[in-house]
């Protein structure tokens, strides 16, 4: 039964799963777009998401006046590069500043030649 199980297991133990979701993070912010397969996009969308989330709130803070280094330490834990948590706290988080919610879109491409997985677009809204 699958009773209160939430997430999406993408066939890894929870240790790669993790890895995986912080390295697609990464670049997705890195890149502004990165391209993978369905499954992987639409389950490090939400929690791409939520980083962004926090990091306006960073930023917000900042602008008051009240520098607290609480929100760049939880998005360092999760992204692999401190340049990546730069970029995302001086570019990317004030970009959005106005906009409540829906930071990245999915595009659908076609099956990928190799194996015919669903492969998709997923890129930050500008």
Do not use: W
């Not at 912080?22 to 993978?36: A, K, P, Q, S, V």
């Amino acid at each position: 039964m699958r009773h209160r199980v939430a997430g999406r297991h993408l066939k890894r133990d929870s240790g790669h799963r993790r890895s995986l979701y912080r390295n697609l993070m990464t670049e997705l912010f890195r890149h502004g777009r990165i391209r993978t397969t369905e499954a992987r996009a639409k389950a490090v969308r939400g929690k791409a998401e939520k980083l962004i989330t926090v990091a306006k709130a960073g930023v917000a803070r900042q602008q008051a006046g009240q520098y607290d280094a609480h929100q760049h330490r939880l998005v360092a834990a999760v992204l692999t590069d401190k340049a990546v948590v730069k970029k995302l706290f001086e570019e990317i988080a004030p970009r959005y500043e106005t906009r409540p919610g829906g930071y990245t879109r999915i595009l659908k491409l076609g099956p990928r030649k190799g194996d015919a997985a669903k492969m998709a677009l997923l890129e930050l809204v500008e």
